[in-house]
């Protein structure tokens, strides 16, 4: 699944670059989007978000695309792996500016981990 923001100047830190923050906000919530897509009868819940490599700064009114990946699916959760690339305003050229993984757990009503697999039944619950 892909999706692109703009970074506006709201989104900045005290050097006038993309806040990192709100670059994690994205990806956490972006990530969460590709899962509950693939498997709308699931409730995922972020579990952890592996390590996250800021490898450029990235400008104000950038353009952003993120690309996320299934990468491996368990018992009860998923994990996405999240590529973040950026085109600089004026630019023909994307730039890998960000890259993590992102693992959700599916919950049941009763707040526990409930497994994926059984999501063809949660409409009759």
């Known amino acids: 699944m892909e999706t692109y ?3 506006m100047s709201e989104h900045l ?3 006038g670059n993309l806040f990192g923050g709100v670059m994690l ?3 956490d919530e972006f990530a969460w989007l590709a899962a509950t897509w693939e498997h709308p009868c699931c409730d995922f819940v972020t579990v952890s978000m592996d390590e996250s490599i800021f490898k450029h700064a990235v400008k104000n009114g950038s353009i952003l695309r993120f690309e996320m990946k299934k990468a491996r699916t368990g018992k009860t ?3 996405y792996v999240v590529k973040v690339y950026a085109r600089a305003s004026g630019q023909t050229e994307q730039v890998l500016v ?3 993984s992102v693992t959700f757990v599916r919950m049941g009503k009763d707040g526990k981990a409930k497994p994926i697999a059984e999501e063809e039944i949660e409409g009759e619950e």
Do not use: D, E, G, L
């Open 77 to 79: 959760s998923i994990t």
């Open 13 to 15: 830190n005290q050097r």
């Open 25 to 27: 906000a994205w990806v």
């Open 5 to 7: 923001t703009v970074v």
């Open 98 to 100: 960000f890259s993590t």
